[in-house]
């Protein structure tokens, strides 16, 4: 929808807004960075680093697109659009266990479930981190020829043996995440 010239303000006033970006783990690796505010605005990046400095490249020229193009920029979303409340409905023994656990840790149904919230969200994080760096390890592991022996172990999932100097910069890398992850959640 088009503005009228009243309404418009200066293309430097559009590049100085601050809008959420966000981050998807991409199935064939890397990760794409998304601005949802700004309808088509994305890109891709191997590593978070480069997905941010792609979006922000991406920002810009959307913005400038669309101020030549006299089409409508909207603003960024904000928290105050979200009112922290939902209704959700759930089985009954479900609500039951869920106030049953609350009563139990001493806090607020909605206290208890907004916990369990979060944590499912950081999970999902770090999931998504793990995934990323599995991915990076495999491509060092192609990259490098380290000698691997892979057996099958059960179904689809294969065990693969490695030297023990490349085992701990796995293990270290693994570390690294988790020392991450509870620096976040802290």
């Not at 979060?118 to 999931?127: E, F, K, V």
Request: glycine letters at 6%.
């Amino acid at each position: 929808m088009l503005k009228n010239r009243s309404e418009i303000k200066s293309l430097e006033y559009y590049l100085k807004l601050n809008y959420p970006v966000t981050l998807h783990y991409a199935e064939e690796g890397g990760f794409v960075a998304e601005i949802e505010d700004l309808s088509g605005c994305l890109t891709q990046g191997e590593t978070i680093e480069e997905a941010i400095k792609n979006i922000e490249e991406a920002r810009r020229l959307w913005i400038k697109a669309s101020y030549e193009d006299g089409i409508e920029i909207p603003i960024p979303r904000t928290d105050e659009e979200y009112s922290g409340r939902f209704l959700a409905r759930i089985p009954k023994s479900l609500h039951r266990r869920l106030v049953e656990q609350a009563r139990y840790e001493g806090i607020s149904l909605n206290q208890y479930i907004g916990s369990i919230l979060s944590a499912g969200i950081s999970t999902q994080n770090l999931i998504e981190e793990v995934k990323s760096e599995l991915d990076k390890i495999s491509r060092q592991i192609v990259a490098r020829d380290f000698p691997l022996i892979g057996y099958q172990a059960s179904g689809l999932n294969v065990i693969w043996r490695m030297e023990e100097t490349e085992h701990k910069l796995l293990v270290d890398k693994f570390k690294g995440i988790k020392d991450k992850e509870q620096v976040e959640a802290a």
